[in-house]
């Protein structure tokens, strides 16, 4: 009867290592690619730095690959080249190293030491990364060694490094929320384990790490197995255990089937059972873990003691305890208890010393704080006795300073009248362009009047004479000549008639407020008036006067005196340039002013407007003076030529009086182009 159990372990055990046999092959295959090249990387290093970061790289691969025996070798030739160079950093990577290898072998009293050694240097250093990942295995160690309370007091000091993504690894998070699901699991809080296994995985949907994700599937199968949905719950082993399975990762093989045979254990499914705890011993036995071993092993015995098959029951009873002995005997207990308490010693001393810097800080603060009151005390003090003995001076000044305020008040006052003056001159001197066009244009069709009136008169006498003679035919002849020349006297005179009338238009809308004006027909006069008056000033002045209308522009709304003595401003500044140039230019020059309207359509942000574009080829603005061109009273023309009023004034006009706007391009020598803008 005893040997049935016995032949049936054999069965499952062989069935086990076969399983492995199958993985193992693979997964070398996969592996041992790549170790030549390593290994040459480490004998052809030249210096140390070059030997460590190759050799660094040797022992990622023998850790991934699970020979663990030749990880723990070159992590110990890791810590010896850091310990050479004297580097802290480097001795943080070869410690934490030789805490892996330990933890790996379940020698949790070495892997804490270690970790502990680093993890003191990377608080010298402050170093996010390493502490992270330094608090979170050490969490690990705690929980597989069943001291959960104490796991999460790593894991919550790992948690608070998690905000600074630009030095935690991606990955990171992932393991620090696994680690809280299963220490909570471990004791009993369902609903936190759930919790973070649901944070776990939504950083694994950000960055899939299959290794992580094995952890976190059976994690979930555990937590909903608590929460009673059991279907889930297998589900979620399966996943785990067959994910493992692919990626042939042993470590976690051994774990995911151990947690689904616990699963099947509570649920009395006792085949399942045998068939999976075998898989997990064997994975636990071929990856040299310890702590498996014991897990699998103890798993194994409560299924046959269960069945009470007591020879298979003995067996895998002695294999859990000559396991355990090496896991948890009581010298490594009662060491990692010591390293625990030191450590909890050398928190406690850090915070004190912590608290003691704070404190100091304090009081060099308040010792500061006592110090700037003083020294502001004493320059309030000072402050008052300069302010007695200025309000004192002040009091002797204000006697000396009304006496210069009256002063000032009546240069004032004869600046203001100075200044009226000097705006009515440059009123006046505009009246003085446009009188010179109007006599101008009225004095073409006085001309043609007086010269048909003449010949009017010098043709009735002829007719008298044609009529005295008694050629009828000829006095006829002579009198419809007569009428002819009457219909030019006629026409004449009604063009001189249209000039006054527009002027004495002119003349009333200076009473009147804004009202619609015809843009294109005020510029027009404009410009011809101003021609007229530039050529009575110098019969020897001539130019091109090109001008382009756009018909979309109609009557604006504006002060038509106003805009027209702006316009005049402008065409006479522009006539004045291009005679400047004249003088000094060649025979090829050829003065030219042109004058263009373009309509602006609205925009969605704004209303429609009107362009007025006033452009010379004369002598241009240099940039020194065009910041001035808009202050009143100054003028580059000569002495008695200007009073530096006329763009001051016409900028207030268009700017204030029109809500619309001026300015200039311009290049020294070779143009000057005013635009006006107009809201339309």
């Excluded at 049936?8 to 030549?36: M, S, V």
């Excluded at 160079?85 to 804490?112: C, M, P, Q, R, T």
């Excluded at 004791?187 to 939504?202: E, M, P, V």
Aim: charge should be neutral; charged fraction near 25%.
């Amino acid at each position: 009867m005893c040997e049935i159990p016995l032949i049936k372990n054999i069965l499952f055990r062989i069935t086990g290592y076969l399983f492995l046999l199958t993985i193992l092959p693979l997964q070398a295959f996969c592996q041992t690619e790549d170790l030549p090249v390593l290994k040459a990387k480490v004998r052809k290093a030249t210096g140390e730095m070059e030997r460590f970061e190759a050799s660094r790289q040797l022992a990622n691969y023998y850790r991934a690959s699970g020979d663990i025996e030749a990880y723990g070798a070159v992590s110990q030739e890791l810590l010896g080249i850091a310990q050479t160079l004297n580097n802290d950093s480097l001795l943080v990577i070869s410690y934490g190293n030789l805490g892996n290898y330990f933890a790996n072998k379940s020698d949790f009293h070495s892997s804490l030491a270690y970790y502990l050694k680093a993890l003191r240097m990377a608080e010298k250093s402050r170093d996010a990364e390493k502490l992270c990942k330094l608090y979170n295995n050490i969490a690990d160690q705690y929980r597989s060694l069943k001291d959960h309370q104490q796991a999460i007091v790593y894991l919550r000091k790992a948690q608070a490094l998690l905000s600074q993504a630009s030095v935690v690894t991606p990955t990171m998070p992932q393991y620090v929320y696994i680690n809280f699901c299963e220490s909570f699991l471990g004791l009993g809080n369902s609903d936190s384990a759930l919790k973070y296994i649901q944070l776990a995985d939504t950083e694994l949907q950000k960055n899939k790490n299959d290794q992580a994700y094995i952890n976190a599937l059976y994690d979930f199968g555990q937590v909903y197995d608590r929460l009673d949905s059991l279907r889930l719950a297998e589900q979620y082993f399966k996943r785990s255990i067959a994910l493992a399975d692919s990626i042939q990762d042993l470590y976690n093989f051994a774990d995911a089937t151990r947690y689904y045979s616990l699963f099947l254990l509570e649920h009395k499914r006792y085949d399942d059972v045998q068939r999976y705890a075998q898989l997990s011993l064997s994975a636990a036995q071929s990856s040299g873990n310890n702590l498996g071993i014991v897990n699998a092993a103890a798993l194994l015995y409560d299924t046959y003691v269960e069945l009470n098959q007591t020879d298979s029951a003995f067996y895998y009873l002695a294999l859990k305890d000559r396991y355990r002995d090496t896991v948890f005997n009581e010298e490594q207990l009662s060491r990692v208890q010591q390293i625990t308490f030191s450590e909890r010693i050398r928190t406690q001393e850090v915070e004190a010393e912590r608290v003691r810097y704070q404190n100091k800080i304090r009081f060099y603060s308040l010792l500061a704080a006592i110090l700037v009151l003083m020294i502001v005390g004493l320059l309030l003090w000072r402050n008052i006795r300069y302010k007695q003995k200025s309000f004192r001076l002040l009091e002797q000044q204000k006697e000396k300073t009304d006496i210069q305020k009256a002063r000032v008040e009546k240069a004032y006052a004869e600046l203001k009248d100075t200044q009226a003056q000097l705006i009515q001159r440059e009123k006046m001197a505009s009246l003085g362009e446009l009188t010179a066009g109007i006599a101008h244009e009225i004095q073409n069709p006085l001309n043609f009047i007086n010269n048909f009136s003449d010949i009017g008169s010098e043709l009735v006498d002829e007719a008298e004479q044609e009529l005295d003679k008694g050629k009828k035919e000829n006095a006829i002849s002579l009198l419809h000549n007569l009428r002819q020349n009457l219909e030019k006297i006629h026409h004449h005179g009604k063009r001189a008639d249209s000039i006054i009338k527009n002027m004495l238009q002119h003349s009333r809308s200076a009473k009147s407020e804004m009202q619609p004006v015809d843009i294109n027909a005020l510029i027009e006069e404009y410009l011809r008036l101003s021609f007229h008056g530039m050529r009575a000033k110098d019969n020897n002045f001539n130019a091109v006067l090109e001008t382009h209308f756009d018909k979309n522009v109609e009557r604006v709304v504006a002060n038509q005196q106003d805009l027209g003595r702006v316009l005049l401003n402008l065409f006479t500044n522009a006539f004045h340039s291009v005679n400047e140039k004249k003088k000094s230019a060649g025979a090829d020059y050829h003065p030219t002013v042109s004058v263009c309207t373009n309509y602006i359509p609205p925009s969605t942000a704004g209303k429609g407007m009107v362009e007025i574009h006033v452009k010379d080829n004369g002598i241009g603005i240099s940039q020194t003076n065009l910041e001035k061109i808009y202050q009143p009273f100054f003028t580059t023309k000569s002495p008695g030529q200007g009073t530096g009023l006329g763009l001051s004034l016409s900028y207030d006009i268009i700017t204030k009086g029109h809500n619309g706007d001026l300015r200039v391009d311009t290049r020294e020598g070779e143009y000057a182009d005013f635009v006006i803008q107009l809201p339309f």
